[in-house]
């Protein structure tokens, strides 16, 4: 009797899968690598679908990473404190901030989509993200920030916590994590700062310890508050 060929898998039909599952498989897809890590084949394979039925809804790879952008952007800010729930200004930025970076630090590829992709969003989704600096802006006028006063408070505080991320994100991708298991081979007794606090303080090379990020975001808050008191 003849050997039986082995059966083959049947894949999905093509309008068994919806635009919604194919930009979640692309996300788990993106989890454990980045964003360019993604690739038409790859993501057919981990959806058990021919690469055909992903271009029928999405043309090409940038069309795909825009609606993954609106989606990146969607979590981020349905997760973001509102003003209006908070009695004082500095309070509020500063949980808003601590949120930002907590979420983005915690999902590298909510990270990658929104701070290094930022030419994917869609012209819905930009004018969303600003609508939320508008009234972060509005806030601190109500506070009584000058409008100009208000909007460099924010684009301190957000350029610095994207920053801090972005930073940290790069250390990772660049396998820099071992840069402080490294630190007794790369400060020298050349180095009598570094070689100090090295050995009493337990500082991150890298820079972006929440020890660093909090002591920088106080000290463009305490500038600030100090801008609104003479104002």
Not at 71 to 83: E, G, N, S, V
Not at 144 to 161: D, E, I, K
Request: cysteine-free; aromatic content about 8%.
């Amino acid at each position: 009797m003849p050997a039986q060929k082995p059966k083959t898998r049947q894949r999905r039909e093509r309008g068994s899968i919806s635009s919604d599952q194919i930009i979640e498989g692309a996300f788990a897809v993106i989890k454990d690598s980045s964003v360019e890590s993604l690739s038409m084949p790859e993501l057919a394979r981990r959806l058990d679908v021919g690469v055909t039925s992903i271009y029928w809804y999405f043309r090409r790879k940038e069309d795909l990473l825009r609606a993954m952008s609106d989606r990146a952007l969607a979590i981020l800010y349905t997760q973001l404190p509102d003003p209006a729930d908070f009695g004082d200004w500095r309070t509020f930025i500063e949980t808003y901030q601590r949120t930002t970076r907590e979420i983005l630090t915690q999902d590298p590829a909510l990270a990658d989509l929104i701070l290094v992709r930022q030419n994917s969003y869609s012209l819905a989704a930009g004018i969303n993200a600003f609508r939320s600096v508008d009234r972060n802006l509005q806030a601190l006028i109500d506070a009584g920030f000058a409008p100009l006063q208000a909007w460099r408070l924010l684009s301190a505080v957000t350029t610095f916590t994207n920053g801090m991320i972005l930073a940290a994100r790069t250390a990772t991708m660049n396998d820099a994590v071992t840069l402080d298991e490294r630190q007794t081979l790369l400060i020298t007794d050349e180095m009598p700062a570094l070689t100090d606090l090295v050995r009493t303080e337990k500082i991150q090379l890298a820079m972006v310890s929440d020890e660093d990020f909090e002591t920088g975001l106080a000290a463009l808050l305490d500038g600030f508050e100090r801008q609104l008191e003479k104002s």
